[in-house]
């Protein structure tokens, strides 16, 4: 079937505010709300309100489309999705993560102006655990085809082996006779007739990490020797293995240098822009990340490709919750009627993506503290295996929630009923899950012994002996362990305390059953406000801070795409340093922070803080290396050696060159680096990340403020104003975790010294993009062709 874009040209109407504007797809109707102290969604939604969205476009219907099959595909509406054509229900779905199809056959108006209505159903709150977004966050297809035509994702493609390599190739359409071919760049390498072949690839270049290839499938289907279809689906040639000795892709032992990723995009909210989601794979696999996972819900089908593309495994997980609630509105509700169907969308979706290593059936759920949950985590078990048998079967499982659930100290318990009764065994005296994450921020990384016990591991590993791979959260003191207690168990850390990296990555490198580990975050996210930040507000002290906190403030990136001092940390335990890196605890506060226990730095790589000579200065330096040595201005301020690869030095701020080196164990010097001050005078600085871009393009446009050498400044934040000709301005904001600011304005405040736009292009021609404000003036021109 043709397929091609169904995005412009959509009548939106926010139906409580009754707000009406024209948008392209995708789109993410939450960040047209205000936010307030007193929204139902709390710390948790970011203080967005919900609502019920309306989105309606008006299209004609050709007369051939008469004796055709016509599809819309819709990759994700958040949530509660209804599809009306021409005034009669035709569709949708209930989760807001997963696609979904509607056809349209029988419904449209041949010849005529038709009219297709999505309304999304957001406004009962709270329903998550983090910011959600709301309304068609994700794009619309149009597949239009003959009688007889290749189903949407009707192509399968399955490797039996890789030595020699040997494929299958499944084909699911209504009527007619297939003909497969497999395209290396252009060029036919194999071809076989029929539905279902098995083929060899010969000399075939194999998919990983190190080597992301990708082959093409091309299906002709004929009728009575007519060509009637076609279609092509892109694939790797990649096995996966796994056991007590490890997992194994192409039969390479293979470690998963992870981390856990929302779904939001930060300035854009939720809205899954194609070149937002290849720049956040992009600047992780560039970072040393080799492996996400999707937390905790599918990811969107650009982030899969741009995955496939550039060589990151992806672990796509399904829901949150299962039927007992976690936030009291959430899918929880829906669940039970509709897990089979996800889970197929899911399986479906990701079946050709050699990305896609592992599927999650689920995030930190205490179902399988009873019996009903553990019969219920096999049979989804089994279920995928049906759908797609050349992938394990993973879960989250916080083996802490598990253990003190079956003991009737649930976590979860916010459906209003005042107990969590999961599989009616037992009443229990629950608690919310604010609360918990609340008592994790005090514990810290204790908690990571709290399942250790012989009862703990009695009681969880029912359902961690059904997975294939058993993901364990927060439980890293039980990776020594289980090679004895259960020496066929193959596990991994999927989620972890970011501080633990350099014992956890220990770990894996030591016991050949651990695979991998899964920090928590890779990448700074909007809700679950402040649970990671070190907060120098008085309202900053608690877990659950109140408005105007936004961000969760946690992260190797944060929601610009900037590295901080985490990261760093990582890339040091990875060995992915090839030089000593710098990062500064911020020296223009006067208080201690409070520290929240998803973070174990908050340093950023800037030296340059007008204003705070004197001050006391936090200078962490990362590095394999043996020890360190810090130099302020040509003067040396110590050796140190490393531990656990970094080094902190205490002095006094003063404003110039400040360099590290790194020595191995016998004192020889293996590399230096420097952060430089600003000097002078303080202007704006712009750099698009991308230029010539393609007409309908997002562009990401970098603001900082710097000396005229490019120096950061990070003590001369204002407030800047952007404007755009040519182009159509998305959003502009920066990584402040707690402001009022909104980024839909084209006003906000740089914060320690940075911003960013998201710019769209519109037809060929030239951008021009102008941020001013108490720094100054700052013009550049991008090319649209």
Not at 704 to 725: F, H
């Amino acid at each position: 079937m043709k397929k091609e874009s169904f995005n412009k040209d959509w009548q939106f109407e926010n139906k409580k505010s009754g707000i009406k504007k024209r948008v392209t797809l995708p789109h993410d109707a939450m960040q047209g709300e205000e936010r307030r102290a007193d929204c139902e969604s709390g710390s948790a939604g970011a203080y967005y309100p919900g609502g019920v969205y309306e989105y309606e476009k008006h299209f004609t219907a050709p007369e051939q489309w008469a004796q055709q099959h016509i599809v819309f595909e819709f990759e994700g509406v958040y949530k509660n999705a209804r599809v009306y054509i021409n005034g009669k229900e035709a569709g949708g779905a209930a989760y807001g993560y997963i696609p979904f199809f509607v056809c349209a056959d029988g419904l449209l108006g041949y010849g005529e102006d038709n009219v297709i209505k999505v309304t999304a159903d957001n406004s009962r709150l709270p329903d998550s655990r983090w910011y959600t977004g709301a309304g068609i966050y994700r794009p619309i297809w149009l597949h239009t085809g003959g009688k007889t035509y290749i189903e949407p994702e009707g192509i399968r493609i399955k490797t039996l082996d890789y030595r020699p390599a040997r494929i299958q190739a499944e084909v699911l359409a209504s009527g007619g006779e297939a003909e497969i071919e497999i395209l290396d760049q252009g060029k036919v390498i194999a071809a076989a007739s029929g539905k279902q072949a098995e083929m060899t690839l010969p000399d075939a270049v194999l998919w990983s990490e190190d080597t992301p290839f990708l082959y093409t499938c091309r299906v002709t289907l004929k009728e009575n020797g007519k060509t009637v279809d076609t279609a092509e689906t892109a694939f790797g040639v990649r096995k996966i293995e796994w056991g007590s000795r490890g997992l194994f892709i192409n039969g390479k032992e293979t470690l998963l240098r992870g981390g856990c990723l929302h779904h939001d995009n930060g300035i854009l909210g939720a809205a899954a822009y194609k070149e937002s989601e290849w720049r956040r794979v992009r600047l992780l696999k560039e970072a040393g990340y080799n492996a996400i996972r999707s937390s905790h819900n599918p990811a969107s089908r650009a982030m899969l490709e741009a995955c496939d593309a550039l060589g990151v495994y992806m672990l796509d997980e399904t829901w949150d919750m299962w039927y007992s609630k976690k936030s009291r509105y959430d899918y929880a509700e829906d669940f039970e009627a509709n897990y089979k169907y996800d889970l197929r969308a899911m399986v479906e979706r990701d079946y050709n993506h050699p990305c896609v290593i592992m599927y999650s059936i689920g995030n930190e759920v205490s179902e399988p503290a009873f019996e009903k949950g553990r019969k219920l985590a096999g049979e989804m078990v089994d279920y995928v295996h049906t759908l797609d048998d050349s992938r394990p079967v993973t879960g989250g499982i916080n083996l802490m929630i598990i253990a003190k659930s079956s003991k009737g100290k649930g976590i979860y318990k916010e459906d209003g009923s005042g107990a969590d009764t999961a599989g009616n065994e037992k009443k229990m005296q629950g608690m919310s899950s604010t609360m918990f994450n609340m008592i994790t921020s005090m514990v810290g990384s204790s908690m990571n012994k709290a399942a250790n016990s012989k009862t703990a591991d009695a009681v969880t590993s029912p359902v961690l002996d059904t997975l294939d791979i058993a993901g364990y959260n927060y439980a890293s003191g039980r990776y020594p362990l289980e090679g004895a207690a259960h020496p066929e168990r193959v596990i991994f850390g999927s989620e972890t305390f970011p501080q633990d990296i350099y014992k956890n990555w220990e770990m894996v490198r030591k016991y050949p059953y651990l695979i991998g580990d899964f920090m928590w975050t890779a990448w700074d996210y909007l809700g679950e406000a402040g649970i990671g930040a070190w907060a120098y507000t008085p309202d900053g002290k608690g877990f659950n801070k109140p408005f105007p906190w936004l961000l969760a403030d946690v992260g190797t990136f944060d929601i610009l795409g900037n590295p901080n001092g985490e990261l760093f940390w990582a890339q040091a335990v990875w060995g992915c340093l090839k030089n000593p890196a710098i990062a500064v605890q911020p020296v223009n506060h006067d208080r201690k922070p409070a520290k929240g226990a998803w973070r174990g730095t908050n340093a950023i790589p800037c030296w340059s803080f007008q204003g705070c000579e004197g001050r006391k200065a936090v200078v962490e330096v990362y590095t394999q290396g043996a020890a360190a040595e810090l130099f302020l201005n040509g003067k040396s301020l110590g050796k140190k050696k490393t531990k656990e690869c970094r080094a902190v030095f205490q002095t006094k701020y003063a404003p110039g060159r400040l360099e590290a080196a790194a020595y191995d164990r016998d004192g020889k010097e293996t590399g230096r680096s420097v952060l430089q001050s600003a000097n002078g005078r303080i202007g704006i600085t712009l750099m698009a990340e991308k230029n010539p871009v393609k007409a309908g393009e997002l562009v990401y446009v970098d603001v900082a403020l710097t000396d005229q050498n490019g120096n950061l400044e990070g003590n001369a934040d204002c407030r800047l104003k952007a404007e755009v000709r040519g182009a159509e301005l998305m959003a502009f904001g920066s990584a402040n975790p707690r402001t009022e600011e909104r980024f839909d304005s084209g006003s906000y405040s740089t914060y320690y010294g940075k911003a960013l736009l998201a710019v769209r292009a519109a037809e060929k021609g030239s951008i021009y993009v102008k941020v001013s404000g108490e720094a100054g003036t700052a013009e550049i021109t991008i090319k649209a062709e």
